[in-house]
């Protein structure tokens, strides 16, 4: 054989164990798709700045997950360890990694405004409404009670929530719920402001609010050991999330433990944060996750998330009205459990009517009782159809 020969050979080998000509066969199409999806939304994290830190780590492991043959994700066969990218979502999917996210969100997490205004425990209340109505959303597309307790739970704008529950009813579709909660997080920005600006007129959006009573610090100690005593006896399905949460919480206000605060709030926080969303992006293969099962779960997610702002924000109408226009309805919508973005947004919005207005610390009030109520949702789900 000349060398010639030999060499077209090598280059004809290679090129038929790479990719590539998986794009032609089948339904290589769809990971065309995915692949275009993947570089969109990291063109919104990096161009748009839209939540990075959850956006891009999603997104790119979307696009290693749907380069044919990376094997990023394969399962351990008897004569072949599994993919890296598998390994990673054994957090996710062992509930591993939601609980301890929870514990650097309880880090950072002041529970003042909420200790300071308890009114706000309420909108983050309402502001769950979304998780009840895409769960009987889901039962009437004929999914099964577990399925549709899963899908419900996008509502609260709960990334780690809605894995943990999905893993313990429903992980056939923890995938397609774990990328829908996490994007529709990271998406805030863009779908929250419609709804808000919807449903309160301009007058309502410019409302002032006065500023918050101090909190002493032997109140912010005593609020994470009763919150945890209370809803753990009452909803003992929730101990990891609330427990975790509430944990968190402690060590940053104790004013004993700042070194290892620090180290769950900055160094932990980021590395489950990374490990999460790659590993969450990665199980958007093509092959599995463009199908009308998946699409129905995305579309019922997103209803969830749209309904849960909503209820968010109607109730703080209500409040404004009985409180004769001393509470800004904006700070509803912050009720979801995105901290602090949903809270961040009621900012933005409340700002651009009133260039003097500073509703964040009023808007953590319900931010913080939506992280509550999501764990709640997600125990009551737990407790009735475990």
């Given at each position: 054989?000349?060398?010639?020969?030999?060499?077209?050979?090598?280059?004809?080998?290679?090129?038929?164990?790479?990719?590539?000509?998986?794009?032609?066969?089948?339904?290589?199409?769809?990971?065309?798709?995915?692949?275009?999806?993947?570089?969109?939304?990291?063109?919104?994290?990096?161009?748009?700045?839209?939540?990075?830190?959850?956006?891009?780590?999603?997104?790119?492991?979307?696009?290693?997950?749907?380069?044919?043959?990376?094997?990023?994700?394969?399962?351990?066969?008897?004569?072949?360890?599994?993919?890296?990218?598998?390994?990673?979502?054994?957090?996710?999917?062992?509930?591993?990694?939601?609980?301890?996210?929870?514990?650097?969100?309880?880090?950072?997490?002041?529970?003042?405004?909420?200790?300071?205004?308890?009114?706000?425990?309420?909108?983050?209340?309402?502001?769950?409404?979304?998780?009840?109505?895409?769960?009987?959303?889901?039962?009437?597309?004929?999914?099964?009670?577990?399925?549709?307790?899963?899908?419900?739970?996008?509502?609260?704008?709960?990334?780690?929530?809605?894995?943990?529950?999905?893993?313990?009813?429903?992980?056939?579709?923890?995938?397609?719920?774990?990328?829908?909660?996490?994007?529709?997080?990271?998406?805030?920005?863009?779908?929250?402001?419609?709804?808000?600006?919807?449903?309160?007129?301009?007058?309502?959006?410019?409302?002032?609010?006065?500023?918050?009573?101090?909190?002493?610090?032997?109140?912010?100690?005593?609020?994470?050991?009763?919150?945890?005593?209370?809803?753990?006896?009452?909803?003992?399905?929730?101990?990891?999330?609330?427990?975790?949460?509430?944990?968190?919480?402690?060590?940053?206000?104790?004013?004993?433990?700042?070194?290892?605060?620090?180290?769950?709030?900055?160094?932990?926080?980021?590395?489950?944060?990374?490990?999460?969303?790659?590993?969450?992006?990665?199980?958007?293969?093509?092959?599995?996750?463009?199908?009308?099962?998946?699409?129905?779960?995305?579309?019922?997610?997103l209803f969830a998330f749209?309904?849960?702002?909503?209820?968010?924000?109607?109730?703080?109408?209500?409040?404004?009205?009985?409180?004769?226009?001393?509470?800004?309805?904006?700070i509803g919508a912050a009720?979801?459990?995105?901290?602090?973005?949903?809270?961040?947004?009621?900012?933005?919005?409340?700002?651009?009517?009133?260039?003097?207005?500073?509703?964040?610390?009023?808007?953590?009030?319900?931010?913080?009782?939506?992280?509550?109520?999501?764990?709640?949702?997600?125990?009551?789900?737990?407790?009735?159809f475990k």
């Open positions: 054989m000349s060398f010639i020969s030999r060499l077209i050979e090598i280059f004809s080998g290679l090129l038929q164990d790479s990719g590539f000509l998986l794009f032609f066969e089948g339904d290589g199409y769809k990971y065309i798709i995915m692949i275009c999806v993947a570089i969109f939304f990291m063109y919104l994290a990096i161009a748009k700045k839209y939540e990075p830190l959850l956006l891009l780590p999603i997104a790119f492991g979307m696009l290693l997950a749907n380069l044919p043959g990376a094997g990023l994700m394969a399962e351990p066969a008897d004569d072949a360890v599994g993919g890296l990218l598998y390994y990673i979502y054994q957090g996710d999917e062992l509930g591993i990694f939601p609980p301890l996210i929870f514990l650097g969100v309880g880090v950072m997490t002041d529970f003042g405004p909420l200790i300071a205004n308890p009114k706000s425990l309420i909108l983050g209340a309402a502001a769950q409404l979304g998780i009840f109505v895409a769960f009987l959303g889901a039962l009437a597309l004929g999914m099964t009670p577990r399925e549709a307790a899963s899908v419900g739970i996008i509502g609260g704008a709960d990334g780690p929530t809605a894995i943990y529950t999905a893993t313990k009813l429903a992980p056939h579709i923890l995938s397609t719920v774990a990328v829908a909660a996490y994007s529709y997080m990271a998406l805030i920005p863009i779908i929250q402001p419609p709804v808000m600006k919807l449903l309160t007129t301009k007058k309502e959006r410019a409302i002032k609010m006065e500023q918050l009573r101090p909190v002493s610090k032997t109140e912010k100690i005593i609020f994470p050991v009763m919150v945890s005593i209370l809803v753990i006896l009452i909803l003992p399905s929730t101990a990891s999330l609330i427990g975790m949460l509430m944990l968190g919480n402690l060590l940053k206000v104790c004013g004993v433990t700042e070194k290892i605060a620090n180290h769950a709030s900055e160094a932990l926080m980021y590395i489950l944060s990374l490990f999460i969303g790659v590993s969450v992006g990665a199980t958007t293969n093509a092959a599995t996750f463009l199908t009308l099962a998946t699409l129905k779960i995305v579309a019922l997610g749209i309904v849960s702002t909503a209820g968010g924000v109607l109730l703080g109408k209500i409040m404004c009205k009985a409180t004769g226009g001393k509470i800004n309805p904006l009720g979801v459990s995105a901290v602090p973005m949903a809270a961040r947004v009621a900012q933005n919005v409340g700002k651009e009517e009133n260039p003097n207005n500073y509703l964040l610390m009023h808007a953590m009030g319900p931010n913080v009782a939506g992280v509550i109520g999501s764990a709640v949702a997600s125990g009551i789900f737990l407790t009735i």
